[in-house]
């Protein structure tokens, strides 16, 4: 068996050949420095507009390692060595860190956390759209301390207003834009209690349809939640369990439908066929759902049935933009977070590289001067990759020694607990003896659960645009749609904004200081 000192020798060798001749002349490093010295003196100008659009990406699971993963990836996909590469995120001017605490729980779920982001305010484990005075599954606990979100005020401040996930729609992150539940598993009757049920509470798919009921554009997985029980899914007609759901026998697609003024344009789709054959400039509503449950995997996708977060994004800013007040768009890249609660490295970074592109796409398609980009995740995950490993090592690829106590190798990527950890003949298993570059390869583990664990520590805020500056520190999680709601002069903290202030120019605060700076001869 070659010794852990010999692989690491190799390993080393290997290394040192990866070094491009540009990196060996100390000129490159201190150039780049101070290009990007330049350029961070030139954002001591800050952006004071209003923002007329705000997007929110949230990266479900999303930690910083992810992010550094999801990086090499990317450079590694465009035949690269991986590590210089840029993320369309990296490349937004001011960063902040989130402390992802709920108010019941250190480590947090996405339904808390996503009221955080969302609501402006902490909440409980598992609840959406509601106070940490309701408590989970008591549904007596949720009248009077329900919370509104960022979609709300944009949307009562005449904005045109869109959801697009991955997941289902009426799943927890996009749930809390719109719902007040104090279970973010009631995603239709038929997963309600019947103490529940009796008490008046709603299930999230109902709420979708009657909360806000002129949400412009709403996309993503979750129809069989729109269905009576056992109605046959329109795609998958042999599937049991893509049937339809709910016990109270409505049909909310056509309850959508009702909702909708007469002289709009309204349309449901349910395949990336019909998506991408829509007129744009004659849609006012649209309600995009593609399969019953949460969409594919980016990596397992049928590209003729289902669009990519890409395509729905770009469809969303179409018909959104429309708008001359502007609009709240919310997108989610939400199955990074199921990839690697399966332990599917491969999967959730794939994931993130894909809404990465979304983020690239939205950039294209919209103004730094009127448009507050704001990129986040939710909470993180016990994932992790290490092992010493050379410039340009695959990130699903071996560490470049073996194991000085069992003498075998490992993968870069391992996990803190989950799926993955196996044992075979007594001892862990040989993952040279496995497919680990798989898409569906369970990176290992050492802890063994049947779903990975979130993780605690906090998280990056990327932002560009009008007041993003103002994500800047380490901040608490419901502090940033209180951002997002300032920049755009919606919600309740007005005192900044006036009449005359209109979409893409400066805030009242702005003016009077470019006032106060000008020689008073130039007032006249």
């Known amino acids: 068996m070659i010794s852990a000192f010999l692989v690491l020798a190799i390993g080393t060798c290997l290394a040192n050949s990866l070094v491009p001749e540009k990196e060996k002349d100390p000129k490159y490093w201190r150039d780049q420095a101070q290009q990007t010295l330049k350029h961070a003196l030139g954002l001591q100008k800050l952006n004071t507009n209003v923002a007329k659009n705000v997007i929110m990406f949230l990266g ?32 937004f001017p001011f960063v902040a860190l989130s402390k992802t605490y709920n108010t019941n729980a250190q480590v947090p779920d996405s339904a808390g956390t996503a009221t955080a982001y969302l609501c402006g305010v902490k909440a409980n484990e598992g609840t959406v759209g509601v106070s940490a005075a309701t408590e989970r599954t008591r549904c007596n606990t949720t009248q009077g301390n ?49 103490e529940a049920l009796s008490q008046g509470c709603k299930d999230i798919a109902y709420q979708l349809m009657h909360n806000i009921r002129d949400i412009d554009v709403i996309m993503g997985g ?8 056992n109605r046959t899914d329109v795609e998958y007609e042999m599937d049991e369990k893509a049937r339809g759901t709910r016990l109270d026998g409505l049909n909310l697609i056509d309850i959508w439908k009702s909702f909708k003024p007469k002289h709009k ?5 349910w395949n990336r066929t019909e998506l991408l054959k829509l007129d744009l400039y004659a849609v006012d509503y649209l309600l995009g759902l593609f399969e019953p449950g949460d969409m594919q995997y980016e990596l397992n996708r049928n590209n003729v049935t289902d669009p990519s977060l890409s395509e729905m994004v770009g469809v969303a800013i179409q018909v959104l933009r429309k708008n001359p007040k502007g609009f709240f768009l919310l997108v989610e890249g939400g199955r990074i977070d199921h990839g690697h609660h399966e332990g599917k490295a491969k999967q959730a970074l794939h994931e993130a590289v894909e809404m990465d592109q979304a983020i690239g796409l939205a950039d294209n398609m919209t103004s730094l ?25 695959s990130i699903f690829g071996l560490a470049p020694m073996l194991s000085d106590t069992d003498k075998k190798p490992f993968t870069a990527i391992l996990y803190g607990n989950g799926p993955g950890y196996k044992v075979v003949g007594g001892e862990r298993e040989n993952v040279s003896m496995v497919d680990y570059a798989h898409n569906n390869y369970q990176a290992q583990s050492a802890v063994p659960l049947r779903h990975e664990t979130h993780g605690g520590e906090d998280v990056a805020v ?37 009449q005359a202030s209109s979409a893409g120019s400066p805030a009242p605060g702005a003016l009077l200081l470019l006032l106060a700076l000008l020689p008073l001869g130039s007032l006249f």
């Open 369 to 393: 001067q009127d448009t507050l980009t704001v990129v986040t995740a939710d909470h993180s995950h016990v994932f992790t990759f290490g092992g010493y490993t050379p410039r340009g090592n």
């Open 462 to 498: 990327f932002a560009k645009g009008p007041m993003a500056h103002l994500l800047h520190g380490v901040h608490e999680q419901n502090y940033i749609p209180h951002v997002m709601a300032y920049a755009a002069c919606i919600g309740a903290n007005l005192n900044h904004c006036t």
């Open 60 to 91: 479900d699971g999303m930690g910083v390692s992810t992010v550094t993963a999801a990086r090499i990836l990317k450079g590694q996909l465009h035949h690269n060595t991986g590590e210089e590469t840029k993320l369309e995120m990296d490349k």
């Open 222 to 229: 979750g129809r069989k939640y729109m269905y009576p029980k």
């Open 146 to 194: 329900e919370v509104t979100s960022i979609l709300r005020w944009a949307k009562d401040a005449g904005k045109s207003v869109g959801i697009v996930t991955t997941t289902r729609v009426n799943h927890a992150t996009p749930s809390a834009a719109y719902a007040h539940s104090a279970d973010r598993d009631w995603y239709s009757d038929n997963e309600m209690p019947p």
């Open 265 to 269: 344009h309204s349309h449901f789709v």
